[in-house]
């Protein structure tokens, strides 16, 4: 897999209780422990507790608290992340984008012009702004997929999925075993409210959509998939293909019905302004 490419790192000098952080674990780390170590991991130089606080929003309070049980696991030293933590983030690093241009609908709305460039490209840029530089579409070709082979010469390195009448989306998924690890999946015509959404690491596998005034689901055309979650997703996916079910559920009700099954997944509220992760 890719390196997370952080802008810094602690040297190889041993850390403080790393005697006993090879017992910590992904699933052990807290949200907040996440939130600021992101932070660290990300900067350009060390912050100050008081910076911490102003950028993560946690009172100082919080922010002393959380910094100490990150140096005591071994996570931080000196206000840098160490080896040790860029280590246990890697299968939350978004290293690969696949966007699904599936139907004519989604097609026009990619291509539909907002704020001066195709709404797609918003979806590309922020891609790229978070270093994510493995892109593929999947289309129909010929119901109106062939006019995104325009984004091309923008965006060279996008690669296409093409299927048939012969075959469904799912089925573009389940053939590549390792796509749908640390990846971001979106819909092609998917308006951002935020380009922050698009991140370089995720807490947890997560699908995002909102719920009707009757309290049904209503996917936003977002999910990022972990490590082993995406692993997991392709081989569900294979199953359906296999059972004969996969065109008829289609990919919101799969992915749906796979959280159902998986606690790991995370389904958030696609927001409607700002993203606050």
Known sequence: MKQLEPHNQADQVPLPGADFAADFSLDSLSRKQFQLLELILFADAPFTQRELARVSGFSLGTVNKVVRELEAVGLVKDGFATDFAIELLRPCRAVRALILATDPKSVRGALQMIDG????????????????????????????????????????????????????????????????????????????????????IYYRSTIWGNRNEKGSRKLAGLSFWNETDGKALVQAAREVCESGRAESLGWDRFQLEFADAHPSVELREFPRAEADD
Not at 145 to 156: E, I, M, R, T
Not at 162 to 185: K, W
């Open 117 to 200: 460039k195709r709404s797609i490209d918003h979806l590309i840029d922020a891609c790229v702004d978070s270093k994510i530089r493995e892109i593929r579409i999947v289309r129909h070709r010929v119901k109106n997929g062939h006019k995104l082979d325009c984004l091309v010469d923008k965006y060279p390195m996008i690669r296409f999925i093409d299927f048939d009448d012969d075959h469904c989306p799912l089925e573009a998924i389940a053939m590549d075993s390792g796509f749908m690890s640390c990846a971001l999946v979106a819909r092609a015509d998917l308006l951002l409210p935020c380009p922050s959404l698009v991140r370089k």
